[in-house]
């Protein structure tokens, strides 16, 4: 489709955002928005999001005329938001293959240690950590490959995060796929936002988790998934 007339010189940013909000919906910093992405348009974006870079360094007193080390530093970062950090808000989520509980599993699976990687959502400082996932299924539930959970917990994380909010999308996204009797989650990070800035301590970790369902309700498997993660430090 041709763009109209009105919409030549219109940065793309403002015609995604106001896709968004006719459709009346959130595009906070950890939402996914490619439904709102038309073919092309993120190519478009980068070369946006690089030129106002270069705005940012220009601000910051940074020769990047003279400077070789960051003459391309504007288009690097672009990429690196776009294409890599942030990649989970612009692209659909990671096609997934579901599959019957043919042999009626209703065993404790625990998929883990899975690394992740983020930025939190207050400085877009990184945020690295381990992911553990515990699934209780049922004759009912989907049974998933376990290399996809990574592929959903990649999706999720990249994108600008809070860590507590991470985890209950990642919860949300499971559940909705598989179905399980139970499913718990534990996220153990680094944030940079306190070792690189701020308090600037080095050996600061965050731990929280999910627990749905049965995990919840049974506090003996809620010990046994517990007990069977490896101790972290």
């Known amino acids: 489709m041709n763009p109209s007339d009105e919409d030549v010189g219109t940065p793309v940013s403002v015609k995604i955002r106001e896709r968004i909000q006719a459709a009346r919906k959130r595009f906070n910093a950890n939402d996914n928005i490619a439904e709102f992405v038309q073919p092309g348009e993120l190519e478009a974006l980068l070369d946006e999001v690089e030129e106002k870079m270069r705005g940012v360094l220009g601000s910051l007193v940074i020769d990047t005329e003279n400077d070789h080390n960051t003459a391309n530093t ?43 990687r983020s930025a939190c959502s207050h400085h877009f400082c990184p945020v690295i950590g381990s992911i553990w996932i515990g699934v209780l299924p049922n004759e009912h539930t989907n049974v998933i490959g376990l290399s996809k959970y990574a592929r959903l917990a990649e999706w999720v994380m990249g994108r600008p995060q809070i860590q507590e909010e991470a985890v209950v999308q990642l919860a949300d996204l499971i559940q909705e796929k598989t179905q399980p009797d139970g499913l718990a989650i534990v996220m153990e990070a680094s944030h940079f936002c306190m070792s690189w800035r701020g308090v600037k301590d080095m050996d600061s970790k965050m731990i929280n988790s999910v627990m749905r369902g049965v995990f919840l309700k049974d506090p003996n498997l809620r010990r046994e998934f517990l007990s069977l993660i490896p101790k972290k430090g």
């Open 74 to 116: 504007a288009r690097r970062v672009a990429k690196m938001y776009l294409n890599e950090v942030f990649r989970g808000r612009y692209v659909p989520a990671p096609a997934i293959t579901e599959f019957p509980n043919a042999e009626h599993l209703n065993e404790l699976m625990i998929v883990g240690p899975i690394t992740v």
